[in-house]
């Protein structure tokens, strides 16, 4: 089992070294995608997989966890793509994908099954399981975190505010915990504003579930510049995820 982060950037982070939110788990039988920031169809169609991935989930709402979907499906039809794709999406998601790209949807030599996300169980399958739960990230109309569970669990927070119960519940254990860590301290206040969490917050966070391995994503290269120093100051082994980084699970 492997996962590969394709982006590790915040919305609102600057130039070109971190892209937008998008991670990629592959097993011995299944890929699946958790969330689809600008411009991951790339990074999908280098590994040759853009064809083959079997599951999308997105966390939420804003448009760097979401706006490459459009892209990815119509270039996967452009590769010649025939298996189908299910998508696991908000609703919001899904209405703005139907909107946007109705044309595209329709012509395409495969099959998209969009389902509406709620929490518990989302995926159950003989070597995999998917379960979600709610994120308290209050400028998102639904935000959710998802468990992943094969060899091992692994927990995607999305974006949200530390402290957040549901997500923790969820987290008691995991083997990997991706936590996002859009800020520093320094900008704690922008963390607070919008429903993020810093670096500092997202270790306390991984003390409290006892996860055996934290990987901190969703940098803002603005807002966190020391996110390095900070992890190496604070004495916790962290991984600061970045882009195109594969780890071995």
């Known amino acids: 089992m492997y996962l590969t982060i394709l982006g590790s950037g915040a919305g609102g982070s600057p130039g070109s070294k971190r892209w937008r939110a998008a991670n990629l788990i592959t097993t011995d039988d299944t890929i699946l995608l958790v969330d689809c920031g600008v411009g991951c169809h ?3 169609s280098d590994r040759g997989l853009l064809t083959e991935v079997d599951y999308v989930f997105i966390t939420h709402s804003h448009m760097d966890h979401f706006l490459g979907l459009p892209e990815m499906l119509f270039q996967a039809h ?3 793509r025939r298996k189908p794709i299910y998508i696991f999406a908000p609703k919001i998601v899904e209405d703005t994908l139907k909107a946007a790209a109705p044309h595209t949807l329709r012509g395409l030599r495969y099959e998209v099954h969009l389902r509406r996300i709620s929490e518990g169980a989302l995926l159950e399958g003989r070597s995999l399981r998917v379960v979600s739960t709610k994120a ?7 935000a959710y975190a998802f468990k992943v569970s094969a060899d091992i669990d692994i927990v995607f927070t999305g974006d949200t505010s530390p402290g957040c119960e549901t997500i923790e519940r969820l987290a008691q254990g995991a083997d990997v915990l991706v936590h ?6 320094q900008y704690m206040d922008i963390c607070v504003r919008y429903g993020h969490t810093t670096t500092l917050q997202a270790i306390d966070v991984a003390r409290r579930v006892g996860s055996n391995t934290l990987i901190l994503t969703h940098i803002d290269e603005k807002f966190n510049p020391t996110v390095y120093l900070e992890v190496k100051n604070s004495g916790y082994p ?3 995820a970045e882009d195109n980084m594969v780890i071995k699970l």
């Open 238 to 240: 962290a991984i600061v």
């Open 42 to 44: 790339y990074r999908l």
């Open 180 to 185: 996002e860590a859009t800020c520093n301290e």
């Open 78 to 80: 452009i590769e010649d």
């Open 136 to 142: 308290c990230h209050h400028t998102a109309e639904e």
